[in-house]
């Protein structure tokens, strides 16, 4: 068991304040810088979709895990930021400023999203969203002159400052460099006053408006900076998927960055990286299942929507922290070892509290 | 411009599909009230009850009505268990994690009831096919007359049901404070679980009656989230809000479809959304803000 001993204010905002957690960081960033030498070009390419999908997931997180906000369109702003790199890539806008401006209407959308959404309350929300991402999706098919309809656009090569990076380590370490800033932005956002508010208003709207917290703009907020990120992941995910279509958009695909997220555990950066990690693994373990299984259950037209719906029932009731909960009681298990009980991490039994009068 | 007789025609088809969502929608509403759930599967029960109902008729031969009754019951048990053995134990976690569940029951359901019944579109047959002519100016058919009278007795059962039944009242209480409901010896988690399956008998007796106009397969519950939108329209706290939305919606969609064909199959999404915008709480606004 390791004591932390502070001698200094700074101790309780570090990123990673024990040994262990240094080494484990310092290994998997010293593994993905030097994955390109260990893996093969498809390995790498899934890999950096990997990443790509964890900036989604860190920017979902941000605005369900940590603001308490539920978002079912958030595939929306995937393909705003998709989009907005494909369009003005094929214009011939730079790499760099198109992305930026991706990431900036992402964001400004997002925040218009945002002023409406801080006067919704719980579910209200969850459906506006899913109406806006099923009506972004509308638009992505029925705007044509500009989106390429349902035909779908094709996403010009990756060139940054006139450098053309075809091979997929070049691609791998784009998707990384940004990977690593999104994270690094979002724990820093966690350790500052702006992000301390986005977790008082999911813990209590009431007790953080008691606290001098503006909840209107905190949502606004979080919707941005939420919208930002996801706008990134589009544009990035662009690169991989080559070729947009607005079904790439759809309902299916927030349903995903949601699954990612709750999987994963709501409520840490860390559980938006191991959702990523799930997602990836998901369907290279289904069509193992259906190889292995006989083929009479296996073959079975919708065994795979049904695992995805059983996967996030048993995840939710047993272990609402998600992979993140598991990993957590585990170190601590460790950690304290021997001192480990059952009754360690026992949930307390829960009434519903309700915001309404009547 | 259309001429007269094609409006009407429109309007009694909204007027219809706004009473099948209002009839979704009540069941939503009525969870919701109970346990502050929003079940975004109930478009599944909806389509699980049409698959039952057809089921039942297939398998017993004894006609529409016994198949409709055992089809809703069974329904209603499925979601009496979903309560009773899931939906109770993550009470009070957070909301994200219960949508996101209760969307893991729609995916889970469409899954099972195309492995069951098949992914095929199939067609149920009822007792009401056939048109009446209403003066000279246009006919309607029955199965939509049938959805609109199945609303006015369905509704006004609920309503009797809880304004004049012991159980009734006990759920109203459940619903307004759990805890003070638990004190005064009521027993709230069976009621709770008593309230999905009136939620879902209801929308199984949709989905059956709506199966002429819709037929069956397993998309149909996709209908649960316009439904959801109705109700939202509305103002989800109160019934009749909800059902006013849901006509509203049901009015609007079929005329929408006709002027602006850009936006079909959208369009009750963009009416929510603009009825959001204007007032997030819906037309009708039943919550209040909490003091402290």
Given at each position: ?358 | ?292
């Amino acid at each position: 068991m390791q004591f932390l001993f502070k001698t200094h204010y700074n101790d309780d905002i570090r990123f990673l304040a024990k040994t262990g957690e240094k080494i484990r960081v310092a290994l998997v960033i010293g593994l993905l810088i030097a994955a390109p030498l260990l893996l093969a070009d498809y390995y790498l390419a899934e890999l950096g979709l990997l990443l790509v999908y964890a900036i989604a997931g860190v920017g979902l997180m941000i605005l369900t895990g940590h603001t308490g906000q539920v978002s079912f369109g958030h595939a929306g702003f995937l393909g705003i930021g998709a989009y907005t790199h494909s369009i003005l890539l094929s214009h011939g806008v730079p790499f760099s400023l198109s992305i930026v401006a991706s990431v900036v209407l992402a964001g400004a959308i997002g925040m218009l999203i945002g002023r409406s959404a801080s006067k919704m309350h719980g579910f209200y929300l969850a459906i506006a969203t899913l109406a806006f991402g099923i009506l972004l999706e509308t638009v992505f098919g029925e705007w044509g002159s500009l989106t390429g309809g349902h035909a779908g656009l094709a996403v010009p090569g990756l060139q940054i400052f006139g450098l053309r990076l075809t091979s997929a380590w070049q691609q791998y370490y784009v998707d990384l460099l940004l990977a690593l800033v999104v994270i690094l932005g979002a724990s820093n956002l966690f350790r500052a006053p702006t992000g301390r508010a986005f977790v008082a208003v999911r813990d209590s709207e009431l007790s953080a408006r008691c606290l001098g917290v503006n909840v209107e703009w905190v949502k606004i907020q979080a919707f941005g900076v939420s919208a930002a990120i996801t706008g990134l992941a589009g544009a990035l995910l662009a690169h991989h998927l080559t070729y947009i279509v607005p079904e790439a958009f759809g309902v299916l695909e927030s349903l995903k960055l949601l699954l990612m997220i709750v999987v994963g555990g709501l409520g840490s950066i860390l559980g938006a990286i191991f959702g990523a990690i799930f997602i990836s693994i998901l369907p290279v373990a289904l069509s193992f299942l259906k190889d292995v299984l006989p083929p009479s259950i296996g073959q079975t037209a919708g065994l795979e929507p049904l695992l995805f719906g059983l996967i996030i029932v048993v995840v939710i009731v047993f272990e609402p922290l998600g992979i993140y909960g598991r990993w957590m009681k585990l170190r601590f298990f460790f950690e304290t070892f021997p001192y480990y009980r059952k009754s360690s991490f026992v949930r307390q039994k829960s009434y519903l509290k309700t915001e309404r009068l009547r | 411009m259309l001429p007269l007789s094609d409006v009407i025609h429109l309007g009694i088809t909204g007027i219809a599909q706004g009473c099948a969502y209002g009839l979704i929608a009540l069941g939503f509403v009525l969870i919701y009230k109970a346990t502050e759930v929003v079940n975004f599967a109930h478009g599944e029960f909806m389509m699980l009850g049409a698959f039952a109902v057809l089921a039942f008729s297939e398998a017993l031969g004894w006609g529409f009505w016994p198949a409709f009754v055992l089809g809703c019951l069974s329904i209603a048990a499925v979601g009496y268990l979903v309560d009773a053995q899931i939906m109770r134990r993550i009470i009070g976690e957070s909301q994200a994690s219960v949508f996101i569940l209760t969307v893991a029951f729609g995916f889970i359901f469409r899954a099972l009831a195309g492995m069951i019944f098949g992914w095929n579109t199939r067609s149920l047959d009822t007792p009401f096919d056939g048109k009446i002519g209403l003066g000279s100016l246009v006919e309607i058919n029955l199965d939509r007359i049938a959805i609109v009278v199945a609303t006015v007795i369905l509704v006004l059962a609920v309503y009797l049901f809880f304004s004049r039944t012991r159980y009734g009242v006990a759920m109203q209480a459940a619903s307004q404070n759990q805890l003070a409901a638990y004190y005064m010896g009521i027993p709230v988690k069976r009621l709770v679980s008593f309230t999905w399956a009136i939620g879902a008998f209801i929308a199984a007796a949709a989905g059956a009656l709506l199966a002429p106009v819709t037929q069956i397969d397993t998309t149909i519950g996709f209908l649960g989230i316009k439904a959801l939108a109705g109700a939202i329209v509305g103002g989800f706290g109160s019934i009749p809000g909800a059902l006013l939305g849901c006509l509203l919606i049901g009015i609007i969609e079929p005329f929408a479809d006709y002027y602006l064909p850009g936006i079909k199959g959208v369009s009750a999404y963009v009416v929510m959304l603009i009825v959001l915008f204007v007032r997030p709480e819906g037309l009708i606004v039943q919550t209040y803000k909490k003091k402290v």
